[in-house]
């Protein structure tokens, strides 16, 4: 496989494209774990996911490891699909990590591709029987994972987190200029 601009491109084009299938996935995956974490988290809109794709694939080094992610994913497959391959696993959770940011998001992104990849177990677009590739389903639960992750909605990642310490801040955490003290 050879990746260039037309790759990234055409992948981001495809990854906008799957919406209708992955804002879903990330709605339940939201929902099941507001539930598990008893907290509401808000949902994703179509709308949201296409600016946080625009936004992943505005920066050329994020752009071209998940163009490269998704294309392989897009393509695995193995005879019978087989228990013991586990490659599009270890792809769909470095996508998922990827697309979620840096720490601690990335790994958050991963424990969180494993938690939607069991409720994923077939291209919801493949045609008739067909299941899709062996990488289709953790495509989309790598997908869904990583921007649900990094979206908005968690109330525990908004606003100012009580263990950041800004110059001009106390040493007890509750004077300075950051806090009104």
């Given at each position: ?5 037309e ?34 988290v ?18 050329g080094e ?58 994923v ?12 590739t ?48």
């Open positions: 496989m050879r990746v260039t601009p790759t990234v491109r055409d992948e981001r084009a495809w990854v906008r494209d799957r919406a209708p299938v992955v804002v879903p996935l990330i709605n339940e995956t939201r929902e099941r774990l507001g539930t598990l974490f008893e907290t509401d808000a949902p994703v809109s179509r709308e949201a996911y296409r600016r946080e794709v625009d936004a992943v694939f505005a920066d994020v752009a071209v490891n998940v163009a490269g992610c998704v294309a392989l994913l897009r393509d695995l497959d193995v005879a019978d699909d087989y228990p013991g391959f586990v490659v599009d696993e270890a792809l769909g959770r470095e996508l998922a990590a990827t697309l979620a940011g840096g720490r601690p998001l990335s790994l958050l992104g991963q424990a969180t591709f494993h938690f939607v990849d069991v409720h177990s077939e291209d919801e677009t493949a045609s008739g029987d067909d299941a899709g062996a990488g289709a389903d953790d495509l989309d639960a790598a997908l869904a994972a990583g921007f649900q992750t990094r979206l908005p909605g968690w109330e525990w990642r908004e606003g100012e987190s009580p263990f950041a310490f800004a110059p001009g801040r106390d040493e007890s955490g509750t004077g300075g200029p950051e806090r009104g003290g």
